[in-house]
């Protein structure tokens, strides 16, 4: 296993109100994301536990494009990772960022 | 120790209790009087629905007749009957109604004690010696809920690595060191002194009905998690509204 | 005197030490191998029939199990090194020299035989090559082939999965080779007539049907988000722009996610009727809903596909059907319609080059090729017009004199930037290569030549080869839409970003699609089940691709 | 049954509980769509990252939830307490952490003497990782079961999920006080693989899926009494015949042991010899037996209520 983590500056904040979201599965080739609004508003913080060890550039440039994509200011990304590919982690960082700016049904 | 030692110290002054082809079923009468039920399984048997239907059979023929003495569990079985023919019939059924009669029968009064004396795994091991209130070993008891070969193939480890593995946690190997660190196994009876005192002891010791293995678990630190966790959820859903 | 007639003589002979065992034209499955000892010669040329989906596989098992002391050095020419056998014949020393065009589950063997030098190979063809030359220099001595049925005559029925077979036979039995079928009746009346009688030399009741692949068969629970979303962007930013009603498609689950986007995502965009009309394609099962849905007017195919028999005779106005209602495919026709009568080939490869190269061969297995590069070809002896390949051309060339303009026809390449167990599927040099420099071939067994690609759709975007001016630009626009793979990473932003607005590369943005909308509930069936649903109950499908 | 019937699914992004797959859906997915919305609080969420504390042993990654989701809810107003098991993590396995959760939810069930539990299987069993762990929460969780149902709590257990509910998993479900199993459903004790594996594969080949079906699968489950409803594969069914079930089992005791033990004891004198599903589903009687693997779920509830409502007091 590996650990991994990024803090990175984003433009914006976060939009919405949730407090927490949580998407994905640990299984091969999947990750589960969970996202936490628990950081200042420009501040983004992606923590990594991973089974692929050795990609860290991958990780690295995937979720530099991540934020500079969405914005996800305020948020703590923490992902679980069954050794996805770099498509899906970025899907899924996205995902997980769209659900916790949706409103509470 | 045989089968006929075993039930020779556990019952000295006799008992009704045959072997038909592993399926063991009868009685004995107790040292501090009264009888118990037995059942069981012996020769190290698979147990599929044909053994499981005639061990609920005898467990509820016992409740009917109104009985709360002890019902005393021998085992000594290999897992499940792992066969197209139990499958088709519906096992989990069988071994699912067989525990629900051990528990039940515990709970209306008749304490249910499990007894090792052999091996065990998996589905057969659930339904008998694990669904009982206490369970005690004889030395050289062999649980095993998953043997390492197989352990070895889904996990692609090799069996001396899953060996040096086991060596810093009791959590998955066989062996009655780790089922009783992890909180299944009360105690392991002197198989050199009485096995009728020894019952007659447990017996009298344990009037509390609870379920105590998770706690025994985290006390003898190999289940260091289950306990806690259940407890919270506990009071969490108890607290929600 | 010079003889004439030789072939001819040498034929009465072999059919007179056959007969030895036969009765009529009939042969026991037991006496096969002393059959064959005696109507085959040392270094003939057989072609034992087999292809990527149907196989001679009671014959096959037979051809190994002849004495090799009596029977040696045969020279192999078939479509399929499939079987087990067909490479026990070789490991046997039955066999000595391979031309073939597909291998898939005996790749890896096949190199191993090779680097062992236990095969002298000919030559790696397309399905047309080898085909071709049947008639030119290749033609079969011996052909073994398989058929449903025959009656005492030994007129065949070769059924739904006719493939092959009229090839071979008719390259066979017209330079005076032997064809020996094998069946799995002998019946008194046929469903129809494939094969005429006279020109099969015998039968073998093998009791058992010949062995079928169902390779064309795609479960849609598998089906990925990313699959989606390239079945999108592919529809979207390929099919709706140039307006492709005539195609065919590759086995992959990027093109399966194509056609079960058609009924939804498809429908949305308004394509029913202005795109994928017509068909150089296997019954493929994930086609149902579309098929059903009304976008598909005819489709001609290669093989026949398991548990689709009762639906296509149900649907004769879309499938080719014989007088008897079931499906009668024809492999060689088919790889003509679909190098010359499509304007679209869209498939899925293993690896890409920075020139655009792709190859489905790794440095372990020579898979081989089967019919992917007679479709995704440009065929330049093409001469009919139609609205894609004119704009293809255009696009291309747009400076020609319209009138002396060649039209290209689409071949697109499409996958995920990472596949099975995050293989990448771009590649600075191509493992082909290096297995033609460690086999010391003249031609490095590529799928598809950069010259003929004109798109790259990955689940970053798409690329569109045609419009690249020059060497720099093409390797940018590829790199472009290699995603995070090393080839991805080592792009140049600046040229990227220039290609972007130049609408060389489009990513889903430009196209109007959000990926966070691919979704998997797209599907018009996510399960076999609901294939068998939308079928009405007529699709049946083999055990191993139910849950229920 | 006309295909064209068939709708396009909707292209909204939002998913409900009448298209949305079961067996596609993950764990949430359907806590989420099958309680009534907003209602459902989890108890130890994944925020609190309980995960397991032994697959580091073996390299493995873990997930902030172990595989499992408890928690309070409502279904058409009624409170409930529901679990549900993610059968694609770790195929939905019993680890110590993933089991205690539910041990401790039937606890507390036992307790209330009354808010009814939703188990939403979806397991191979035992985590191979932590074996003795895991077996010991089955040990534990039948003996909560029972206990809650002795205190007059019902349990109905869902069974729809790619892992299907296998091992101690399939001892669990038959502690329930009724199941509902979908046609993707299937319930077992030894998997097909361990059976092939242990006997060969002419005892049982695990790649024969439709075999794999018949033996284990939901109709055949409905057909035997293994399980008492059977139910299309949306959340939207499972919602509803939960609600129904809840409400229609009645108290445990001695009367119910012995109404399952003749049941069962019928079921092995009826059909103890047969050698297949299809035998069996002949011996009951049913016209067309070899057809039933095919037909539609709807035909099927009609066939397997023609053949006789199913018993509630022998579970």
């Known amino acids: 296993m590996e650990t991994l983590s990024y803090r990175h500056k984003a433009q914006e904040r976060a939009a919405g109100s949730k407090s927490l979201a949580i998407i994905g599965v640990v299984a091969s080739g999947n990750l589960e994301v969970l996202v936490e609004r628990s950081l200042p508003d420009t501040e983004c913080q992606v923590d990594i536990n991973t089974a692929a060890e050795g990609f860290g550039a991958v990780w690295e440039a995937v979720i530099a494009d991540f934020v500079e994509r969405r914005s996800p200011g305020g948020l703590r990304l923490s992902v679980n990772d069954g050794g996805a590919r770099p498509d899906t982690v970025a899907l899924r960082l996205a995902q997980a960022v769209r659900l916790i700016e949706e409103e509470d049904r | 120790m045989t089968l006929d030692d075993m039930l020779a110290s556990l019952f000295p002054e006799g008992h009704d209790v045959r072997n038909d082809n592993g399926v063991l079923l009868g009685s004995g009468p107790l040292r501090g009087g009264g009888r118990a039920v037995v059942i069981g399984i012996a020769d190290r048997i698979a147990v599929g629905v044909d053994e499981a239907i005639r061990l609920s059979r005898h467990v509820l023929n016992a409740m009917e007749r109104g009985g709360t003495g002890p019902i005393l569990v021998l085992v000594d079985s290999d897992s499940q009957r792992m066969s197209k023919r139990d499958e088709l019939l519906g096992l989990n059924e069988f071994l699912a109604h067989l525990a629900k009669c051990l528990i039940y029968a515990d709970m209306q009064g008749c304490q249910t004690v499990g007894l090792l004396y052999g091996h065990s795994a998996a589905g057969a091991f659930l339904a008998t010696a694990l669904a009982t209130r206490v369970l005690v070993a004889l030395p050289g008891a062999e649980p095993e809920v998953m043997d390492l070969p197989s352990m070895s193939k889904v996990t692609k480890l090799s069996i001396d690595v899953l060996k040096e593995k086991a060596k810093s946690t009791p959590v998955f190997a066989p062996g009655l060191d780790n089922l009783a660190q992890t909180g299944a196994v009360l105690s392991t009876w002197d198989e050199k002194t009485s096995l009728a005192e020894q019952l007659q002891t447990l017996l009298g010791s344990d009037q509390d009905g609870g379920d105590r293995r998770d706690r025994l678990g985290k006390t003898r630190r190999g289940r260091p998690k289950a306990a806690d966790i259940a407890e919270r959820v506990h009071d969490l859903a108890l607290q929600s509204k | ?548 | 049954m006309n295909a064209r019937k068939l709708e396009a699914p909707d292209l909204s992004r939002v998913a409900n509980s009448k298209t949305v797959s079961w067996y596609e859906a993950s764990a949430r997915q359907r806590v989420r769509l099958m309680l009534d919305a907003g209602s459902f609080r989890e108890f130890i969420g994944p925020e609190q990252r309980e995960q397991s504390p032994h697959l580091r042993v073996f390299d493995l990654p873990t997930q902030f939830d172990d595989g499992i989701v408890v928690g309070r809810g409502r279904i058409a107003g009624t409170p409930i307490f529901v679990a549900a098991q993610e059968g694609r993590f770790m195929g939905g396995a019993f680890g110590e952490v993933h089991g205690a959760k539910l041990t401790g939810l039937l606890r507390a069930a036992r307790d209330t003497k009354s808010v009814p539990v939703l188990i939403l299987f979806d397991t191979g069993g035992v985590r191979l990782q932590e074996a003795n762990a895991g077996e010991l929460a089955i040990a534990e969780i039948m003996r909560a079961l029972i206990e809650a149902r002795m205190a007059g709590v019902k349990i109905v257990g869902l069974i729809g999920g790619r892992a299907g509910c296998y091992g101690g998993g399939g001892l669990i479900a038959g502690c329930c006080s009724a199941l509902a199993v979908s046609e993707q459903g299937r319930i077992g004790v030894s998997g097909p693989e361990v059976i092939e594996t242990n006997r060969g594969v002419e005892e049982f080949d695990s790649r024969d899926r439709a075999l794999v079906w018949r033996t284990m699968g939901g109709k055949h489950r409905r057909l035997l009494g293994g399980a008492e409803a059977f139910v299309d594969d949306t959340i939207q069914s499972f919602r509803n015949i939960a609600l129904s079930l809840i409400g229609s089992v009645p108290s445990f005791g001695l009367d119910v042991l012995k109404a399952e033990q003749a049941r069962l004891e019928e079921r092995l004198q009826r059909f103890g010899t047969c050698a297949d599903a299809i035998d069996i589903w002949r011996a009951e009687d049913i016209f067309d037996a070899e057809a039933v693997p095919a037909i539609s779920s709807l035909d099927f509830i009609d066939l397997a209520n023609r053949d006789g409502e199913p018993r509630y007091d022998a579970r």
């Open chain 3, 1 to 548: 005197m010079k003889s004439w007639n030789a072939q001819k003589t040498t034929l009465a002979e072999r059919l007179a030490d056959g007969r030895r065992y036969a009765s009529g034209k009939t042969i026991e499955v037991v006496d096969l191998p002393n059959f064959l000892e005696a109507v085959i010669r040392p270094a003939d040329r057989v072609c034992l029939e087999g292809d990527n989906q149907k196989q001679a596989d009671v014959l096959a098992a037979a051809l190994a199990d002849v004495d090799p002391a009596k029977i040696h050095d045969l020279h192999m020419v078939q479509s399929g090194v499939v079987l087990p056998e067909h490479l026990d014949v070789f490991e046997k020393g039955i066999a000595r020299r391979l031309d073939y065009s597909y291998s898939g589950p005996q790749a890896a063997r096949v190199a191993r035989l090779l680097f062992g030098g236990k095969i002298e190979l000919g030559a790696v063809h397309t399905y047309l090559e080898l085909f071709a030359r049947y008639f030119v220099d290749l033609t079969p001595n011996v052909a073994l082939i398989a058929a449903v049925c025959a009656d005492r005559d030994g007129n065949l029925y070769t059924g739904p999965n006719t493939e092959d077979t009229p090839t071979v036979v008719e390259a066979t039995t017209f330079k005076s080779g032997i064809v020996v079928a094998q069946v799995a009746e002998i019946v008194d009346r046929l469903p129809r007539v494939d094969i005429p009688g006279d020109q099969v030399h015998f039968v073998v009741e093998a009791k058992k049907p010949f062995y079928v692949e169902p390779l064309f068969t795609r479960d849609p629970a598998a089906i990925t988000e990313a699959q989606v979303l390239t079945a999108m962007l592919a529809i979207k930013g390929l099919y709706a722009p140039y307006g492709i009603r005539r195609l065919n498609h590759g086995i992959g689950f990027s093109t399966a996610a194509i056609e079960l986007l058609l009924p939804t995502y498809g429908e949305k965009l308004g394509l029913k009727g202005s795109v994928c009309t017509h068909w150089a394609l296997n019954p493929h099962p994930a086609l149902i809903p579309a098929i059903e849905s009304g976008w598909v007017e005819q489709i001609h195919s290669f093989g026949s596909e398991v548990g689709m028999d009762d639906y296509i005779r149900a649907r004769s106005d879309i499938y080719f059907t014989g007088p008897d209602g079931s499906l009668r495919s024809n492999r060689a026709f088919c790889q003509v319609a679909g190098l010359y009568a499509c304007d679209m080939f869209i498939g899925s490869t293993l690896q890409i080059d920075l020139l655009g190269n792709s190859s489905t061969v790794t440095t372990s297995r020579i898979a081989g090729f089967g019919g992917a590069p007679n479709m995704g070809s440009d065929a330049r002896g093409r001469r009919h017009p139609s609205a894609p390949w004119l704009q293809a051309g255009k696009e291309a060339d747009p400076d020609g004199p319209p009138p002396l303009r060649r039209g290209r026809k689409l071949v697109v390449q499409i996958g995920e930037t990472f596949g099975d167990k995050n293989v990448p599927l771009f590649v600075e040099k191509l493992d082909a290569l290096t297995l033609a420099e460690k086999l010391n071939l003249e031609l490095a067994p590529l799928m598809i030549y950069a010259d003929d690609v004109t798109h790259i759709v990955t689940e970053e975007g798409i690329a569109n080869l045609l419009l690249c001016r020059d060497k720099d630009e093409r390797e940018q626009a590829i790199r472009g839409v290699a995603g995070y793979t090393d080839v991805g990473r080592g792009r140049d932003g600046k040229m990227v970003r220039r290609l972007r607005e130049r609408g060389v590369i489009r990513r889903p943005e430009d196209l109007g699609i959000d990926p966070l909308d691919a979704d998997r509930s797209l599907l018009a069936a996510r399960s076999i089940k609901d294939l068998v649903r939308w079928s009405g109950g007529l699709y049946a499908p083999p055990s191993k691709f139910r849950n229920w």
